[in-house]
C-alpha cells in the first residue's frame, strides 16, 4: 500500500487533535496588546504577562493615561523584534550594559570570518542585537503562533516520522556540500558526519535538539526551494517554521549555560548559531516584493549569532583542537577590519549624494549626511561592499563569498539596519547595490533569487527622485514597470 504523507497528516492531526466545546473567559479590557491582537486572555502580568514571556516575545501594554492607542515598549525577552503601534517611531536607547560584545585584540587575530563587528557598543538587552535576539520568521510568513508551548511542537505520529526521515535523508544526500567548488576536505567532514553525529548526540544524550532542529528546519527550506507543488511547498514552508521555532527555544537554553561558564557544549552551541545564521541567510530569497519588506531577520540574527560566538569561544581552551576553531580559520579570513569596513569605498560614493542638483530645493532639505555618526554608518556598509566586489574580482570560491554575503550581517553597524527599519533612501539604494553582488550566485540554493526580488522591491517602494540610482541593476534582468 503507498504512503501518501498528506493523508496521514490529516489522519493524524484529527486523531491527536479533537475537538471539544469552546471554552469562554471574562474578557480582560487592559491586557497587553499581543493577547489581544491574538484574541486570548490576558493575566496583565507586569512587566510582562505570562503569555509573551512563555513564547520569549516583548510585552507590551496600551498608554491608558493618554486615552490612545500608542504603545509603550515595556520590556524585551530573548526573541522576537520589538512591537509597536502604527503611529509610533521606532526607536533605541542605550541604557546599562548587557550582553554586548567586548572586543579584544584575540578576537580579530582568531575570529575569522565569524568576528563581531567593531562597531558593536554596550547597550541595553532591549536593543535587537543583544546576545539573545532570534527574531521569528520572516514577517510575510508568520511561524506558528498559538496560547501554549505544545502548540508549536509537531505532533508525533507517522507524519512526522515519515518528513523527519525524508529531511535527514536530504541533508546528506543534498546539502553536505551545497557549492560547485569544494570546500576544505577538513570542512566538509565536519559538515557530512561531525555536526549530524553532534546533533544526534546531543539530542539522544542530553536532550539537547537546538542544532538538530535548525538542521531539520534548513533542509525542509532547502526542498521547499526545490519543489513545484504548491501544497508540498506550504507544508515545507511550515515545517521548517516550526523547526526553527523549536530551535531557538531550545538556544536559549544553551545560552544561559554559555553565561554561567558551563564549556562543555561550547562547539555545540557555536554551530548551532552558524546554522542559524545560514538559516536566516537562506530565508532572504523567500520575502515578498509586493509590499517590500526589509529583511531585518537575517540582519540581526547575524549580529546575534556573532555574539554568541564570540561568547562561547572564549570558554574554549586555545590549546584544544576543536571543530569551530577549523571552520572560522578556514577560508575566507574576515577577521581584519581595515580590509571589511574601514576599506576605500570612494568608487561607490556617489550612492550617498542627494539625486537632485546641489542647489535644489531637495538638496538643501537633506540634512542626513550631516550627522557624522549616520555618515559614519553609511561609509562603513560602502566598504564592506567593497571589499566583497573585491572578493569577486578576485575570483573567490562560491563559498567563500557565500560567507562574506553572511558577514554583512555582522560587519555592518547595527544602526545600518534601523534605517533600513525606517525606509531611508541611502540605505535602501546602498542595500540594493550589496544585493546586486547576489545576482551571479543564483544556482547556490541559499541564494535563489533573492537578490534580484529585493531589487525589485526596493525599486519599488524609493522615492521616485531617488529610483534612478538603481537603474544601472538591471542589466541583468527586464526593469520592473512601477505605478507612481
Known sequence: MSLNPHEMNDANLQERRP??????????????????????????????????????????YPNVSQGAPKAVPVTRHRSGPPVYSPNQQITSSPGPPGLAPVMDDTLHRESGHMSCSPSDDNRATNSPHYLGFYPSPNPSNPPPDEGSDTDISLPEGPWRRFWEIRLIHN????????????QNEKVVQIWRTDI??????????HNRCSLLHITLANSALYLWTKSRDKQERDELFKLQQIYQVMCVKEQRRDIDELSHQITQNADYVCFTSIKILAHSLALVQTSTVDPWEPPVQWLYMGRGAAQILQMARKLISPDSDTNIKTFIRSPPDMSDPRELIFLDHSSLDWLLDPPASAGSFTAQEDQELEDEEVKSVYGKALSYICSVQK??????????VVRRFAGFAIWVPIEFTRFMEERRPRAMVIFAYFMSMWLGYEHI??????GEMQIRGIYKVLPIEWSCKLDGLFARFKQPEVNR
Open 445 to 450: 540554493w541559499m541564494v535563489g533569487k533573492a
Open 19 to 60: 475537538r471539544g466545546p469552546r471554552l469562554y473567559h471574562k474578557k480582560s479590557r487592559t491586557g497587553c496588546i499581543r493577547c489581544k491582537q491574538r484574541r486570548v486572555k490576558c493575566d496583565e502580568l507586569r512587566p510582562s504577562c505570562g503569555s509573551c514571556s512563555r513564547h520569549a516575545v516583548e510585552c507590551v
Open 391 to 400: 572578493a569577486i574580482e578576485n575570483k573567490e570560491q562560491d563559498f567563500a
Open 196 to 205: 549530524p553525529n553532534l546533533a544526534m548526540r546531543m539530542a539522544q544524550e
Open 171 to 182: 541533508y546528506h544526500q543534498n546539502m553536505v556540500q551545497p557549492f560547485p567548488s569544494a
